[in-house]
T-cell receptor, first 116, second 115 residues
């Protein structure tokens, strides 16, 4: 199957700093990328949907100024957690989908963010 | 709106025993259904998916699931559990009739395997 790579796999940052997480589709063009957040022992909650070259669509309750999403190319989307706080600590997972209507979404390996 | 409900947050079976993880869905349009597996601190791996073809879907690692419209169910089974099957399993639903569709996940079921 297709490969989606997330970087970094884990990151620790201080409160108040910003952290950028990258999601890359390595062998296909991802017209749409999705960002999910997963709290310990819970399911994945969709945060936002991003289409290449346009603004991301955020789910209700997700602060767009807090979680900045950029999808500048067909192979890269980034999620920046701005002014991070301990409550932002979580597991963030991206998925990428290609151009075909019935294509499946491929998931990255996730990023464990810890804010101290 | 679409949703999935996974019955049982934790299932424990003996090695070699039948694995049954339950999932019921709700969808106003013909659904696409998925089962994903997640190992600790890792992303998701697709086990199998139903996209309106055969109702019995075979996936990787010996897993299969049957789509039952009358019961709005998509339960995951494996005839004989292996220690390596211990993981978190997520049932998910999507409407892939559009070019890019959200996948809605269930709450997950943690599968433990007893020696």
């Amino acid at each position: 199957g297709a490969v989606v790579s997330q970087h970094p796999s884990w990151v620790i940052c201080k409160s108040g700093t910003s952290v950028k997480i990258e999601c890359r589709s390595l062998d296909f063009q991802a017209t749409t990328m999705f960002w999910y957040r997963q709290f310990p022992k819970q399911s994945l909650m969709l945060m936002a949907t991003s289409n290449e070259g346009s603004k991301a669509t955020y789910e209700q309750g997700v602060e767009k100024d807090k979680f900045l999403i950029n999808h500048a190319s067909l192979t890269l989307s980034t999620l920046t957690v701005t002014s991070a706080h301990p409550e932002d600590s979580s597991f963030y997972i991206c998925s990428a989908e290609g151009q075909r209507v019935d294509t499946e979404a491929f998931f990255g390996q996730g990023t464990r963010l810890t804010v101290v | 709106a679409q949703s999935v409900t996974q019955l049982g947050s934790h299932v424990s079976v003996s090695e070699g025993a039948l694995v049954l993880l339950r999932c019921n869905y709700s969808s106003s349009v013909p659904p696409y259904l998925f089962w994903y597996v997640q190992y600790p601190n890792q992303g998701l791996q697709l086990l199998l998916k139903y996209t309106s073809a055969a109702t019995l879907v075979k996936g990787i690692n010996g897993f299969e699931a049957e789509f039952k419209k009358s019961e709005t169910s998509f339960h995951l089974t494996k005839p004989s559990a292996h220690m390596s099957d211990a993981a978190e399993y997520f049932c998910a639903v999507s409407d892939l009739s559009s070019s890019a569709s959200k996948i809605i996940f269930g709450s997950g079921t943690r599968l433990s395997i007893r020696p």
